[in-house]
């Protein structure tokens, strides 16, 4: 359902990012990939976005910390093709009491985890209401309905999309149509994904033991299901709330959490 439109998600050449790509492009997205790695680990991306069915992809290499470089990838992407799915996914961590939180750190998480979304959804989102349909999916997490101690930058970049992603809701809730599909902006909130991101978390949590027990003593903490998601089961919900039929769903922050939440 997705044959003629074209999606970017950040952050794609690597986990949750990379899964969602694979996902839009099963239904026939066009896919404009973008996230750091080797040569390589880029080009690996992009092929097994093509295998999993785009009919083209892309990488665009924007370094989500700059504001200049965010504009020229969007302008890119709208010569290339104009932009129907915007998944701001990227995202980085860094665990550390507040007191000796590296500034830089602060500087980079806000910026690549809250601040970029801000550009990419106010340069696509004009032109998705122009053309009646438009999804704006941002991967937020947990750390955007709930704190953790030792998370300071994270927990405020992922509140802050939450919010911002309400105020888009609503600034674009009247635009298009029930049969165009109108302009949706949600918030996925995954608890634990089975991704590169959380090595060094579980590494933290091994006291000596495997890896196993690193991943035990972390969902046994805050995830009741004592199960991990896997990058595809975000995929899936990304690819829903494209659907025309959820054209009523904006503004929520859905959580993928086992229960986390509901605590
Ligand atoms: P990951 O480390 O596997 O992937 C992160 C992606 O972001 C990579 O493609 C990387 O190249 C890209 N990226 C990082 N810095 C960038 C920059 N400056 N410019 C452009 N791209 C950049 O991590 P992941 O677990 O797949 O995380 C994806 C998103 O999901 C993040 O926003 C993260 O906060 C969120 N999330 C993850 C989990 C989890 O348990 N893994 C839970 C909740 C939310």
Known sequence: FLEGRTALVTGSTSGIGLAIARALAAHGARVAVNGLGSPEQIEAAVRSVREAGAPDARHFGA??????????????IADWSPLDVLVNNAGIQHAAPIADMPVAKWNDILAINLTSAFHTMRLALPGM????????VNIASVHGL?????????????????????????????SGSRDSGGVTVNCICPGWVETPLIEPQIEARRNGGSREDGVKSLLSEKQPS???????????MAVWLCRREAHNVTGTALPIDGGWTAQ
């Open 63 to 76: 370094d989500l910390r700059d504001a200049d470089a965010i504009e020229a990838m969007m302008a890119d």
């Open 146 to 174: 709930v704190a953790s101690k030792e998370k300071a930058p994270y927990v405020a970049s992922k509140f802050g999309i939450v919010g911002l992603s309400k105020v888009t809701a609503l600034e674009y809730a009247a």
């Open 129 to 136: 209401a122009a053309r009646g349909f438009g999804r704006v």
């Open 226 to 236: 004592l199960r991990m998601s896997l990058p595809e089961d975000i995929g899936a």
